[in-house]
């Protein structure tokens, strides 16, 4: 992104962890900014607990000031019915960010999004399974 104003619109691959000694989970981003405003989906996949390999599909809205971006997540199911604050900073190229997301009177852990590149192997080293996709969660009941 070298050379063009910095945006998060794109597709992007992540990671969020919890504080404990729960397994990560993974998820996948689909992101546009119009002027500061954020918007999207985010697909993840539970990777432990009562829900192990349930899908769920969370809508996104924030706002990016310069390098900083935050935006709330809100499940569309019945299951997790809490907001995630998301809070993290772009870094310079505009291919990643990385900051703390946040549940109300409850937990906060990492994250980690990489925007998704054809061929891209920044992805493949620092995101160590495959994310969601829309596609695997079709089957899913809701």
């Not at 900051?99 to 999004?113: D, T, V």
């Not at 061929?119 to 080293?125: C, D, K, L, M, R």
Request: hydrophobic share 40%; with cysteine.
């Amino acid at each position: 992104m070298t050379g063009k104003v910095l945006d998060v619109t794109g597709q992007w691959d992540g990671q969020f962890s919890y504080p404990h000694t729960l397994t990560p989970e993974f998820f996948s981003a689909s992101l546009f900014e119009a002027g500061s405003h954020v918007g999207g989906t985010v697909t993840e996949r539970a990777t432990s607990g009562a829900n192990a390999g349930q899908c769920f599909i969370a809508m996104v809205r924030g706002e990016r000031t310069s390098m900083q971006v935050r935006f709330t997540k809100m499940y569309e199911d019945g299951v997790r019915q809490h907001a995630v604050l998301y809070r993290g900073t772009l870094n310079a190229d505009g291919s990643e960010i990385e900051g703390e997301w946040h549940i109300a009177g409850s937990w906060s852990g990492p994250f980690l999004m990489i925007r998704r590149a054809a061929g891209s192997v920044v992805a493949e080293i620092r995101v160590a399974e495959t994310p969601a996709s829309d596609a695997d969660c079709v089957t899913i009941s809701r």
